[in-house]
């Protein structure tokens, strides 16, 4: 590493291209960072042992990547690794969504919405007066599309359907595909299969392939 920042510092023209700033920048490394990293590590293990027992997956991944190639290999595995951090933030988004959707949470579903996809092609912007009122009722009219999914997808018509304590529904992600583009958007392809439960007689519907772009924002 010394020999390659040594070679860098003939064309670089940076003033800390140097070995004595080489050997600091490493001793700072050593001595400050790797604590770091070994306890992120050790919280990892710790999460992966807990969530054996529940199934879980640890919420904190530490990825190390081997700095011994050239530029783009390094970058390459660091674009890889942000990617793979990305792409379970987009699933897990989607899993919620979906949970809110199973939950009837309203709220919820909106919280995850880009506002403009609550604006109709045929109506205003939502930034005119009453575009909130809009588009709760936007959202009020996806809910309604997922329920009469819903309805249609029970074995013995809308009438065994209806929302009670001995109907419940979950929707299930699988084949999922992620295509992450510039860092901060991602499109998602995957097929969302609802599991009816009806006086504990469980209905697997047929799978729908839906696709959803999601973007980081300020606000996540």
């Known amino acids: 590493m010394e020999a ?3 070679k860098r510092a003939e064309t670089s023209g ?3 291209d140097n070995l004595e700033s080489a050997r600091k920048r490493f001793r700072t490394f050593r001595e400050q960072t790797m604590p770091v990293v070994n306890a992120l590590e050790e919280v990892e293990r710790t999460q992966r042992e807990e969530g054996k027992a529940d199934g879980d997956v640890p919420r904190m991944h530490v990825k190390r990547i081997v700095a011994d190639g050239s530029v783009e290999q390094v970058w390459d595995l660091t674009r890889e690794a ?3 951090f990305v792409k379970d933030d987009v699933l897990s988004a989607c899993a919620r969504l979906m949970k809110a ?3 009837g949470d309203a709220e919820a579903y909106g919280k995850a919405c880009d506002p403009a996809l609550l604006v109709n ?3 205003e912007d939502e930034s005119t007066e009453g575009g909130e009122k809009d588009g709760e009722d936007r959202i009020a009219r996806i809910f309604h599309e997922y329920e009469s999914a819903r309805v249609q997808a029970s074995p ?3 009438t065994d359907a209806i929302r009670t304590p001995t109907v419940t529904q979950k929707n299930v992600i ?3 595909e992620v295509d992450v583009q510039d860092g901060t958007h991602a499109v998602v392809s995957y097929d969302r299969t609802m599991t009816l439960t009806i006086d ?9 392939r839906e696709t959803r772009v999601w973007r980081h924002g300020e606000d996540g």
């Open 4 to 6: 390659r920042i040594l």
């Open 14 to 16: 940076r003033s800390d």
């Open 82 to 84: 942000m990617d793979s």
């Open 101 to 103: 959707v199973d939950e």
């Open 121 to 123: 092609d045929e109506e």
């Open 156 to 158: 013995d018509g809308p």
């Open 174 to 176: 699988s084949n999922a």
């Open 200 to 208: 504990g007689q469980e209905y697997e519907c047929e799978p729908n």
